[in-house]
């Protein structure tokens, strides 16, 4: 089985082949392009970045002239300069590091990673699984697999974004593997079920610890928040050779799927379906007395007793429910009040986690980053359910976003927002979606803030038409356009002849800033990169196969 990818950015004269083994011991071919003499490579040994010495900048006429296209990476995290380029970055896959500790398929991985610097891309990002570095017990990591990793990246002359992954992998959207929260927590989990979100009726979620008992010392002696502090340490301490220069991000992880939110729609075993509105979760113990506190302080103890008992269920609709009907109570002096509890508790955590990882990478040259779920559906209803039971209070009368994007700014972390490849008019119209405009109106929030915002795909997409979409996201003349995008994710279809081409057309029209330049379906000297998986007999006509 082959895979062939044919690249624009090419720069042939001769080729030159080497050959590679995958971890299955079968050879793998990776075919690829000298350099012209003018275009000077220079090669560092593996602990060492290997880079492309070369100008950086063409004026346009000289653009014409050249017939050679130059594959340029500089050694930026995020762009500055809005007019100019955009730095694309890919998704390893969820799996990247075993349960058993070690890299994946690492042979593969170095192919793959081979292939994205060709086609132009930045860098890559990874999750580091709470549950996989600290499982053997509290204050014992191992960061062997991701040290492994950070030196491959360097080798290719690319850059890593690294998610501090406090989260569990599995029964979210596209989660195709199970890494669970380190065993050890999961005990005390069992002892104390309250330490994580629990819903209306009772059921716990095992996804993330409840922000309720942040500061509270449940995990053997520490707090969730020392925990997450001396995680955060151990990497920093691990890496430190690496920051500001191959690792150029940490992500840090708010909540299930790495976002600041509470995790009201969980797919595991049904709970929930799209579009519903969700539950909110705010039914721990922790989050009670915190609720009850809060209602003590403003003389309205009765509000305090629980949370909103006409806000329905995990798949109904706004108008489904007496909160989040059109003239709901949402809109009430107690909906106000809860609201402004519910989502205050969500910004409180998010900023003390960061301040925490400003403490501990502040002068490491790394950019901090925070991921916000872009929840689109009942976005055009005026309460917009969804957002609220995740813990956004954005409605039709208050802006949910522009607090978040503040309290970014307070401490340089940048603003991360998905689902910027959607389009309203793809969305199912009784869902009473706006992608669109919550995109829109996040860019607002973000530029009236002074904080980046950086961007992803939520959902797989390898068509022509989501990446023009997140091309007209990217680009701004009012200087709210993307600093980056982290494209989800490298698997096995990306890799397909019509999927990579479009990779490598996104990728290139990111660099001219996010104006859509459309590649040639093959160039003019014939330059293949071709990256060869094979197993038996090759096929004329075979499904190309992933690297990793």
């Not at 005990?187 to 942040?214: H, Q």
């Not at 489904?320 to 609201?339: K, P």
């Not at 860019?443 to 997409?461: F, I, Q, S, Y």
Request: hydrophobic share 35%; proline share 4%; aromatic share 10%.
């Amino acid at each position: 089985m082959a895979l062939t990818l044919r690249s624009s950015i090419s720069f042939i004269i001769q080729k030159e082949t080497k050959v590679l083994k995958t971890s299955d011991d079968v050879p793998a071919t990776v075919s690829f392009a000298k350099f012209r003499p003018s275009f000077r490579l220079v090669a560092k040994n593996s602990m060492q970045e290997a880079h492309h010495t070369h100008e950086n900048r063409f004026n346009s006429e000289a653009r014409r002239n050249d017939k050679w296209e130059k594959v340029h990476a500089p050694s930026v995290a995020h762009n500055h300069d809005h007019s100019k380029r955009v730095p694309v970055f890919v998704m390893l896959p969820l799996d990247t590091v075993t349960m058993g500790g070690s890299l994946n398929k690492p042979r593969a991985m170095n192919a793959s990673l081979m292939a994205l610097k060709s086609a132009g891309v930045e860098g890559v990002m990874v999750d580091a699984w709470w549950g996989l570095v600290e499982k053997d017990g509290p204050l014992k990591y191992n960061w062997e697999a991701y040290a492994e990793l950070v030196q491959m990246v360097q080798m290719h002359g690319l850059k890593l974004q690294v998610v501090m992954s406090f989260h569990q992998c599995g029964g979210n959207v596209g989660d195709n593997c199970s890494i669970p929260l380190p065993p050890w927590v999961l005990e005390e989990i069992s002892k104390n079920p309250d330490l994580v979100y629990t819903d209306r009726s009772g059921r716990r979620n095992p996804e993330y610890i409840s922000l309720g008992c942040d500061s509270i010392p449940v995990l053997r002696g520490r707090t969730p928040l020392q925990v997450y502090a001396d995680y955060m340490r151990s990497f920093h301490d691990r890496f430190k050779d690496y920051l500001g220069s191959v690792i150029v991000e940490i992500q840090v992880g708010m909540g299930p799927c790495g976002e600041l939110r509470y995790p009201s729609y969980p797919e595991t075993n049904g709970t929930w379906r799209f579009p519903g509105i969700g539950e909110f979760q705010c039914y721990d113990k922790y989050m009670k007395a915190s609720l009850a506190a809060a209602g003590a302080a403003i003389g309205k103890k009765e509000w305090g007793g629980s949370g909103p008992h006409d806000s329905g269920q995990y798949n109904q609709f706004p108008e489904d429910t007496g909160f989040f009907r059109r003239e709901g109570t949402w809109n009430s002096e107690y909906g106000r009040f809860f609201l402004e509890w519910y989502s205050g508790k969500l910004l409180e955590h998010g900023e003390r986690i960061l301040v925490s990882a400003k403490g501990i990478f502040q002068t490491s040259g790394v950019k901090l980053s925070g991921k916000v779920a872009g929840i689109h559906w009942h976005y055009r209803a005026r309460s917009h359910a969804a957002e609220l039971t995740a813990g956004y209070y954005n409605t039709r009368h208050n802006d949910g976003y522009l607090p978040i994007a503040r309290m970014l700014a307070k401490h340089g972390v940048v603003f991360n927002f998905t689902c910027m490849e959607m389009k309203d008019r793809e969305q199912p119209d009784f869902a009473n979606c706006s992608p669109e405009g919550l995109v829109h109106q996040v860019k607002m929030a973000t530029a009236t803030a002074r904080v980046e915002l950086a961007g992803e795909n939520a959902l797989e997409r390898y068509d022509a038409n989501a990446y023009a979409q997140v091309l007209s996201t990217s680009k701004s003349d009012s200087g709210s356009g993307l600093a980056a995008f982290t494209y989800l994710r490298m698997n096995k279809r990306l890799f397909e002849g019509d999927n990579w081409r479009h990779l490598v057309d996104f990728v290139r029209s990111m660099s001219e800033g996010g104006r859509r330049v459309r590649l040639p379906a093959s160039d003019s000297h014939g330059s293949d990169l071709y990256v060869g998986h094979i197993k038996g007999t090759r096929e004329k006509h075979t499904q190309e196969a992933a690297l990793v």
